[in-house]
Every structure is written in structure tokens, then in C-alpha cells.
């Protein structure tokens, strides 16, 4: 979706802290989401954050909203080779349609 | 519990040839999605669905169509495949009535489509 940009790769080596920026137009939006995509699978929740909250922690994962900006981002401390996928943000419309990014591919190296 | 299962995984169509994409969810869940995944581009909605017998356009309607004529099933019809139409297609399901608080869709594993 051309409403929801984000830049298209991210490079990081194992152990170390991948950040993936998102930054989206509907100020409407109610939840905004992160999905991870892995080769050959469908789509799978990883986190998502309501639009009235700042921040959300869930172990590893982070996610920061800056609502002001319309800024997303979603940081995973200590990343692992498991973690390499297509990281896709999407902002919610209507309360049911999800508008998404065009994904972000994390390459994990050792 | 299967989820969201589509049916075929892979298909190989020749220009101007017809098909149907299933989809099907056994979590009792109101609305439905078709999108289409292209290299760069993200998911764009193809069509979409808030209930059984309903349906609407969504991004990239053009050149398909769809039905929901019972609940658990949402299909998507290529009634005259064109190259522009090889791509990687997913469905998907959210809203449970009764639990509104959740919004997250379900995938399932997609269907790779090539036209030649």
C-alpha cells in the first residue's frame, strides 16, 4: 500500500539489535501492526500496538509509535538467524482493513 | 484447529484461461480478505468481504472477482488470466462477533500463480 512506507532491507549481524522503521498517513488508524513473513509462509501477527500507546514491550520485541510523526518502528534485541523474514508494517482502516507496507527483508549474518 | 487453507498452492494458467482460488477458515470469523503480493509492492487488496453474502473492492480489483456465499469460504475468480496476474495471492480472515478487541488477521500459506 502506497500509504505505508518502509525501506525495503535491513542487514544485521547475529546478536546485535535490528531496527526496522516504519511511517504511515492514516491518523485515523486505530492499531498499527507488525507482521512477519517467513520464505514460503503466509503472513503471521507478530505484535501490534493500539494507537493511544507510546511504546509496547513483549520480550524481545519492541515497538515504538510516534503518532505525531506517524512514525512505527519495531526493534528485536539479540537478533537471531531465526528472525531473517520479510518484516511487513500495516496501519488499520476502518477497523478492518489493513493497508501494509511493502516489507522489509532482515538478513541475519552470522 | 486448521486456520485459513487455500487451495490450490500452486497453479500455472495459460493466457486467457479461467480459475478459482479457495479459501476456507474454521474460526467463525466475519470478514475476509484477498490480497495480492508482488516483489516491492507489498500486500495490495484485491477484494474483500465484512460478512456472508457481501463483498467489495478493494485496491486492485480490476480482472477478478469474488463470492461469499457461505461464511467459512471466500473465493476469487480469474475469468480471463492475463500475465499481469502471475503473482503470489494470500487470503485472510479476522473479526470474531463478541471479540472485538481483536482485529489481528489470520493468513493462509498463499497460492502462487504464474501466467504465461
Known amino acids: 500500500g502506497e500509504d505505508v512506507e518502509q525501506s525495503l532491507f535491513l542487514s544485521v549481524r547475529e546478536g546485535d539489535s535490528s531496527v526496522i522503521n516504519c511511517t504511515y498517513t492514516?491518523?485515523?488508524?486505530?492499531?498499527l501492526y507488525w507482521y512477519k513473513q517467513e520464505p514460503g509462509a503466509g503472513l503471521q501477527l507478530l505484535t501490534y500496538?493500539?494507537?493511544?500507546?507510546d511504546m509496547k514491550q513483549d520480550q524481545r520485541l519492541t515497538v515504538l509509535l510516534n503518532k505525531k510523526d506517524k512514525h512505527l518502528s519495531l526493534r528485536i534485541a539479540d537478533t537471531q538467524t531465526g528472525d531473517s523474514a520479510i518484516y511487513f508494517c500495516?496501519?488499520?482502516?476502518?477497523?478492518?482493513?489493513?493497508?501494509f507496507g511493502a516489507g522489509t527483508t532482515v538478513t541475519v549474518r552470522a | 484447529n486448521a486456520g485459513v487453507t487455500q487451495t490450490p498452492k500452486f497453479r500455472v494458467l495459460k493466457t486467457g484461461q479461467s480459475m478459482t482460488l479457495l479459501c476456507a477458515q474454521d474460526m467463525n470469523h466475519e470478514y475476509m480478505y484477498w490480497y495480492r503480493q508482488d516483489p516491492g509492492m507489498g500486500l495490495r487488496l484485491i477484494h474483500y468481504s465484512v460478512g456472508e453474502g457481501t463483498t467489495a473492492k478493494g485496491e486492485v480489483p480490476d480482472g477478478y472477482n469474488v463470492s461469499r456465499l457461505k461464511k467459512q469460504n471466500f473465493l476469487l475468480g480469474l475469468e480471463s488470466a492475463a500475465p499481469s496476474q502471475t503473482s503470489v495471492y494470500f487470503c485472510a480472515s479476522s473479526y470474531s462477533p463478541g471479540d472485538a478487541a481483536n482485529t489481528e488477521a489470520f493468513f493462509g500459506q498463499g497460492t502462487r500463480l504464474t501466467v504465461v
Open positions: 500496538i493500539f494507537s493511544n500507546m
Open positions: 500495516a496501519e488499520s482502516i476502518n477497523d478492518y482493513k489493513l493497508s
Open positions: 492514516d491518523s485515523s488508524s486505530t492499531y
